[in-house]
């Protein structure tokens, strides 16, 4: 089945032109299907390729997905037409009342502040409170996982002396575990962060276990509630030339920024990169939506509590 998505939403077009298969809301009314209601809390700056980058791993399944996006209000993007998010995003407060089967909240680029002094960061903790009780299972991403963990369990985040950036090999501990039904001993994960958070402080939390992590890039996912919620350090969503855009983006700045590691052939920027994480990420995003969000919610979606 694929992606329920509105109509003439930007992402359509470009994932059509990949050959995965979407579908606007206007086709979808035709079918007598429940399908499985995910939100997404999308906090990056520059939403469209945000928005077409979470399609694409969520297209490889055969649920039917409906997705909603859901924007924060004491936050105005400065890097997204006004029209699009009009034309495609709801305030928290018109979802309040709404229940969803799946939540994804995406990273931010708001890793220099402290999180009480990120200027949304009352409503985010209670979009975080209000999940818990709204939504069957929610994947937090990057700065976004760094802030449920803090705020759910006070787990602290430290600054790093230079930028996590690149594509890490990650080991899933608890490989049994159904989010990792089908993968391998060793997947790759690729990051792009400033802040990290220690094992220690995450271990001492007994609601948290540690599911998966690098010796290069640390601790990389985390869950609690028993798949409830998932805490992901770095970024399985992002396509192939994203850190390539981001390492040119700072080079043309004149930001200091090093060269993604493991990402280019030959760690060579100067060729394409080699992409080794996709696989896995389709993997992850399909066990989740089955194991976790389609076995687990109820039918009657307004008995989710």
Known sequence: MPLTLPDRLPAIDLLKKENIFV???????????????????????????????????????????????????????????????????????????????GMIITGAPVEHLDFEGVNYWQEMTEI?????????????????????????????????????????PQTPLLPRLPIFRGFDDVFYMPHSRHTE??????????????????????????????GREFFITGHLEYSPLTLDTEYRRDLGKGLPIDVPRHYYKDDNPDLAPLVTWRAHANLFFTNWLNYYVYQETPYDIEAIH
Not at 43 to 63: A, C, F, G, Q, Y
Not at 77 to 83: G, R, V
Not at 133 to 143: D, G, K, M, Q, R
Not at 203 to 219: D, F, N, Q, R, W
Request: proline residues 5%; glycine residues 2%; charged residues 25%.
């Open 197 to 226: 958070i220690h094992r220690a402080d995450v271990e001492a939390v007994k609601e948290l276990t540690i599911i998966a992590e690098s010796p290069e890039s640390g601790v990389s996912i985390v869950m609690a509630r028993e």
């Open 128 to 168: 975080f409170d209000w999940a818990r009780t709204h939504v069957t299972s929610t994947l937090y991403i990057c700065w976004a996982a760094q802030a449920g963990l803090y705020y759910h369990y006070g787990v602290p985040k430290y600054p790093l002396d230079h930028k996590m950036f690149g594509i890490f």
């Open 23 to 101: 579908m606007d809301t206007s086709r979808a009314a035709t079918q007598d299907i429940r399908p499985l209601r995910i939100v997404v809390l999308n906090l990056m700056p520059i939403k469209i390729t945000t928005e077409t980058d979470l399609i694409r791993v969520l297209s490889n399944t055969p649920l039917q997905l409906e997705l909603v996006f859901m924007k924060i209000k004491s936050h105005t993007s400065k890097n997204t037409p006004i029209e699009h998010m009009r034309a495609f995003y709801r305030d928290f407060e018109l979802l309040r009342h709404e229940k969803f089967d």
